[in-house]
């Protein structure tokens, strides 16, 4: 029996700011972010859309024809939780009509804790078979204004549903982790913005990514040559870029530099126009991997390294199944993506400063989200999520 990835499916903002739009602000060149940074544009959250609303929206394809009750767990990871107790995933499980007996937890370490949450929903599965577990991740990357970071914000949410016997990507047990106690990327409880090392980030990225392939090299009887793809966390694509050039280095692998750009390149297609997505951005790229290429993927090896900030690496690597494409939501993406509305340089600054109130009163919020599920508002420091 193998468990993995049966169905995937995400979800971003409608609006976006295009990366020239802010380069011109700023008086830089726009090609510093489009081949620089490898990013052309960023989605931005509406004011009536959150984690919980952009979870509930990547997730509804997944539980709207058969298999609902069978989903006996559903995790959450995120790093832009809304509550230092209550678990963002309760909110959803309410909105998705998930049953009663499906236990909710949310999860944290960075960029890396959607993959946390599918190496164990692996796990239940393979001990109970017949039940599926849902993992979301769902982020909105926030940097400050006129900082480095500020061109690599984004927002987005994915979704996959775990099981046994899985139509798009079987998972291997076999990982590779490296952790080490660093302080490159955080965000204290009192910040509604992230805090940067940026260049120390990209350094400990790939320190992370040769400690894990290392590792995983110990673990796993595959080499460099047993795989046809890789997807890596997606901070920025250059990123991808630059780690696999030095996967392929560290393991002599002696590719082209056509042939390295082959086996990543339709992974950061989406990504490149809706930014970072923390958690949810590497499976954002798995997703544009197996809806983007021409070529049949079936029993192909991908390998996937997650990067948390902080830090958490972890290397791990899955096959894709034959007929995987009949279990894609392309059309879905695709009409989602093409009908974003581009923003001007002041509606993104409203965007940005758009605050959830903290004062304990009744606020009404805007309609701004197309997606299925929006934030009305918040009373008594409750927010009421609602179907559009
Ligand atoms: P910067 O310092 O403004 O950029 O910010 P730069 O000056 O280094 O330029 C970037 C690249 O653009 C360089 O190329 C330039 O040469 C090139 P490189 O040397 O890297 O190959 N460039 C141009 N190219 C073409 N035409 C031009 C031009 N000008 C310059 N005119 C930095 C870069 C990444 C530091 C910044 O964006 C940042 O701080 N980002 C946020 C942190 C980040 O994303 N880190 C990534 C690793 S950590 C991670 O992935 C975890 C994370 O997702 C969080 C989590 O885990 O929760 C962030």
């Known amino acids: 029996m193998s468990v993995g990835i049966d169905e995937i499916s995400f979800y971003t903002s409608n609006y ?110 393979a001990r109970k078979p017949d039940s599926k577990v849902l993992v979301i991740a769902s982020d909105i990357a926030r940097y400050d204004l006129d900082t480095p970071g500020e061109a690599t914000q984004g927002c987005g949410a994915v979704a996959m549903m775990i099981s046994a016997n899985p139509r798009l990507v079987s998972i291997d047990p076999e990982v590779g982790n490296y952790t080490e106690d660093v302080m490159d990327f955080w965000r204290p409880n009192y910040r509604s913005t992230a805090l940067v090392d940026g260049k120390y980030s990209t350094k400990i990225y790939l320190k992370a990514l040769k400690k894990a392939w290392d590792h995983f090299r110990e673990v796993s009887p595959l080499d460099f040559s047993d795989f046809s793809h890789f997807c890596y966390h997606l901070p920025f694509s250059r990123m991808a870029q630059k780690a696999h050039q030095q996967l392929v280095r560290h393991t002599k692998a002696g590719l082209s530099a056509e042939e390295q750009e082959r086996q990543i390149n339709k992974t950061l297609m989406y990504n490149r126009t809706i930014g970072n997505s923390y958690t949810a951005s ?107």
């Open 282 to 388: 590497m499976y954002i790229g798995l997703t544009s991997l197996l809806e983007n290429t021409d070529a049949d993927l079936s029993g192909k090896r991908i390998g996937f390294f997650s990067y948390g900030s902080g830090c958490v690496g972890e290397f791990f690597s899955g096959t894709v199944v034959p007929g995987y494409r009949d279990a894609l939501h392309l059309q879905r993406h695709r009409d989602m993506l093409a009908a974003r509305q581009e923003i001007s340089h002041d509606e993104y600054l409203q965007l940005y400063r758009n605050q959830i109130p903290d004062d304990g009163g009744e606020h009404r919020f805007d309609e701004g989200t197309t997606g299925h599920f929006r934030l009305a508002g918040i009373s008594h420091h409750k927010r009421e999520y609602v179907p559009r």
């Open 16 to 125: 976006f700011l295009d990366l020239k739009t802010l380069a011109q602000v700023q008086g830089t060149d726009p090609d510093k972010y489009y081949t620089g940074i490898g990013q052309e544009k960023m989605g931005m959250a509406a004011p009536d859309e959150d984690v919980v609303t952009m979870a509930a929206n990547a997730a509804l394809p997944l539980v709207e024809g058969e298999g609902r009750d069978q989903v006996r767990t559903l995790m959450f990871a995120t790093e832009t939780g809304i509550d230092q107790s209550k678990a963002a995933g309760i909110y959803v499980h309410r909105l998705l009509g998930l049953n009663d007996n499906c236990r909710v937890v949310e999860m944290k370490q960075a960029c890396y804790s959607a993959t946390a949450a599918l190496q164990m929903a692996c796990a239940l599965v």
